[in-house]
């Protein structure tokens, strides 16, 4: 791995949690993080089965995509939920997450 | 925490640190595993950042920053769907609910500490 990928992977992590951070601020609590997970999910299936250049995987994939949608934060917020509503954001987050990467998976390999 | 300039530098080079810190357990463990790693490694971080003691700044730079960005919904979702599309619904189940129950166990244990500490 030379320093010039690892450069990519930061830039492209630095962007992608500013941008998450953002999306926190203007919709703020689970339906924030709830919308660049679904969001992130799609594009990055997209991103992966059309895009095969190995730096613009590493900074757009790897970097930006992966650190603009989050686990931790999903995971804190549905254990301070109700029960009923920690169900409720597990299951919007996997259903429409799951849906949105394979929409995208089948959106990039037909492209 | 409201937008700030200092907020979003913070989140930002947490995210850095956080995106090269994945990076580099993708490149040890092969396959879903390192991706299950750090969603519940940066989850049990998380839940200690969010009940320790400390201030604003820690938590923009260490749990918006690096533990958002550490962690990654987007390939654990593909990785799912992946294995949907391959027919391996089993697999697929397996993840999705192990890394969930994980995640969770993981958050519980970090916040007891972070509330131990506190």
Same mark, same amino acid.
């Given at each position: ?5 690892? $450069? ?17 601020? $203007? ?25 095969? #250049?190995?730096?613009? @995987? ?7 995509? %992966? %650190? ?8 804190? @917020?549905?254990? #301070?939920? %109700? ?29 | ?5 200092? %907020?979003?530098?913070?989140?930002? *080079? ?12 993708? @490149? ?5 595993? #390192?991706?299950?790693? *750090?969603?519940?490694?940066? #989850? ?67 916040? $007891? ?6």
């Amino acid at each position: 791995m030379d320093r010039s990928e690892l $450069a990519l992977v930061a830039f492209g992590g630095f962007a992608g949690a500013l941008l998450r951070y953002g999306a926190s601020v $203007a919709i703020p609590g689970a339906g924030g993080t709830l919308a660049v997970n679904v969001l992130g999910s799609f594009v990055l299936g997209t991103f992966i089965t059309s895009v095969s #250049s190995r730096r613009a @995987q590493l900074f757009f994939g790897t970097g930006l995509l %992966s %650190s603009f949608t989050t686990y931790s934060t999903f995971a804190v @917020q549905t254990a #301070s939920l %109700s029960p009923m509503g920690g169900a409720l954001n597990v299951g919007a987050n996997y259903a429409l997450g799951f849906a949105a990467a394979a929409l995208g998976l089948a959106f990039g390999g037909r492209r | 925490m409201s937008l700030s300039l200092l %907020s979003a530098v913070l989140v930002g *080079v947490g995210g850095m640190a956080g995106a090269v810190s994945r990076h580099t357990v993708d @490149q040890r463990i092969v396959g879903k595993w #390192s991706t299950v790693t *750090v969603n519940v490694l940066g #989850s049990v971080a998380l839940g200690f950042l969010v009940t320790a003691p400390v201030g604003d700044a820690a938590v923009a730079l260490a749990g918006t920053g690096f533990c958002g960005a550490f962690t990654t919904f987007s390939s654990f979702a593909v990785g799912v769907a992946e294995l949907a599309d391959a027919g391996d619904y089993d697999t697929a189940a397996r993840y999705a609910f192990g890394t969930l129950l994980a995640a969770l166990v993981g958050v519980a244990i970090g916040g $007891a500490v972070g509330g131990t500490v506190g």
